[in-house]
């Protein structure tokens, strides 16, 4: 059964520093969305992408945080500029055309030292 | 005010009993409600998706909708330990961005 995937499955940085969330949407699916969960928290909407362009984003996903789809597989995250309140659960979710399920990979835990 | 609340609980049930998870929500926009189940480290994955109000019934699961009251429920009858998890309640304007409650972390105990 297809599956989203993403890497790595937990990430630790320095306070500061660049990360890229990486994710393979499902092949034949064309909206691409993440989300973060704090721990102990909310599942909470980042953005959202569809054609090359991104279709809408939330407060969170402020000028730190960049999303790119560099290939017809990959759809990446990422924070220019880590702070220690970036520590979350990152989830990737695709959706097919005409679909209303979203379908979320395993996430990816992000620490920020 | 949140615009999707739900009681984190925990909920504890023994195995076999009818369970009840709901939700509130505030933005009268929303028409679509759907149910994730959460494990322990993996992602939400959808249970039951319900347009508008009304009920879905699929197996041992119930949704039902009542948008008078802005009210979302989830029934689950003869619940099993497997059912243990995370329960999300989440809504939505269109097909697009998800809210989602805080999650009911629900165990049924043998």
């Known amino acids: 059964e297809p599956e989203v995937t993403q890497t790595p499955s937990h990430q630790v940085t320095q306070m500061g520093q660049e990360v890229i969330l990486r994710c393979v949407p499902i092949?034949?699916?064309?909206?691409f969305y993440w989300y973060r969960q704090i721990l102990g928290q909310k599942v909470e909407f980042l953005v959202s992408?569809?054609?090359?362009?991104?279709?809408?984003k939330s407060e969170i996903f402020d000028d730190q945080f960049s999303v790119e789809r560099p290939d017809g597989s990959n759809f990446t995250l990422k924070i220019r500029s880590t702070k220690l309140e970036d520590s979350a659960m990152y989830f990737c979710?695709?959706?097919?055309?005409?679909?209303?399920?979203?379908?979320f990979g395993p996430g990816t835990r992000l620490t920020v030292l | 005010q949140k615009e999707v609340e739900q009681d984190p609980g925990p909920l504890s049930v023994p195995e076999g009993a009818i369970v009840s998870l709901n939700c509130t929500y505030s933005?009268?926009?929303?028409?679509?409600f759907m149910w994730y189940r959460q494990y322990s480290r993996k992602g939400p994955e959808l249970l039951m998706y319900?347009?508008?109000?009304g009920n879905k019934e699929d197996g041992r699961f119930t949704a039902q909708v009542d948008k008078s009251s802005k009210y979302i429920s989830l029934f689950i009858r003869d619940s099993q330990p497997s059912d243990s998890a995370t329960y999300l309640c989440?809504?939505?304007?269109?097909?697009?961005?998800?809210?989602f409650g805080q999650g009911t972390i629900l165990t049924v105990h043998p």
């Open positions: 979710a695709s959706k097919e055309r005409g679909g209303y399920e979203q379908f």
């Open positions: 092949s034949n699916h064309l909206y």
């Open positions: 992408f569809y054609n090359n362009e991104i279709s809408e």
């Open positions: 933005n009268s926009a929303f028409q679509y």
């Open positions: 319900t347009y508008s109000s």
């Open positions: 989440a809504s939505s304007t269109s097909y697009g961005k998800l809210t």
